[in-house]
Structure formats: structure tokens, C-alpha cells
């Protein structure tokens, strides 16, 4: 009788596994995909005069929280540029629920936008 779970993967996962990183080889650069050094600066830039989360699924309440990450309300994909107007300033939370489900991140399937963003939200907080 074993003593402990094998360290082995099974086929099948192997298998998952391969196609995800032959997919991951497959996709272009960051460079390449528009997200370069001039995106950078842009996105720096954005979140020096937005420095909160615009929260636009209305979790965070009174006190956003820090923005650490500058997202397009329209995609790229679908016709977005990277003017102010499209862009929003979201914590790490509120990005990865915005990438899993509308983006169709992590493998889901890509949904219409269905959240507002309402920038007057994102003001600093008040003393």
C-alpha cells in the first residue's frame, strides 16, 4: 500500500497541460499584442491622476482601494483605443473578475461588457 499520493501526473493531465503552454508558445508578445513600452508609460501616466479603483461592480464601497492595473472599458479587440475616455483604473480584484467574466480570461468564453463604470466613483477619498 503506497504511502503517500504519486508525485506523477496522470496522462490526461499531461496532455491539459502541453496544450495550454503549446497554446501560451503560440501568442504573440506582449510587444506584439500593443502592450509596450509606450502602453507603459501611458498606463503609469493613468494611474498617477487616477490612483483608486473605479470599482464597477460596486464591492469596495466607501474606500476604494489602490488602482494597480489600467483596463480598457471597450477592448482593443473590439475597436477600443487607448484615449482616457476607454480606459479605467482597477485594483487586482475588480481586474480579475473584469477578465473572467466579460474578457473570457482564464479559458471562459468572451462576454458582452456588462458593467458600467462610473469614474466619479474613483475620486481619492476625503478626510
Known amino acids: 500500500m503506497p504511502m503517500r499520493p504519486s508525485r506523477h501526473r496522470s496522462i490526461d493531465q499531461a496532455r491539459r497541460l502541453g496544450a495550454k503552454s503549446l497554446k501560451s508558445m503560440n ?11 509606450r502602453w507603459q508609460l501611458l498606463a503609469r501616466m493613468f494611474l498617477n491622476d487616477h490612483p483608486f479603483c473605479a470599482d464597477p461592480f460596486a464591492v469596495h464601497g ?30 487586482a480584484s475588480c481586474h480579475s473578475r473584469k477578465t473572467i467574466q466579460c474578457d473570457g480570461g482564464f479559458g471562459r468564453r ?18
Open 27 to 37: 501568442r504573440p508578445s506582449a510587444s506584439a499584442r500593443g502592450y509596450g513600452r
Open 62 to 91: 466607501r474606500w476604494p482601494p489602490m488602482a494597480r492595473h489600467v483596463d480598457h472599458i471597450v477592448p482593443r479587440r473590439a475597436g477600443g483605443g487607448d484615449d482616457w475616455e476607454n480606459l479605467q483604473p482597477l485594483c
Open 110 to 127: 468572451r462576454q458582452p461588457m456588462a458593467v458600467e463604470r462610473n469614474r466619479d466613483d474613483a475620486v481619492a477619498p476625503s478626510d
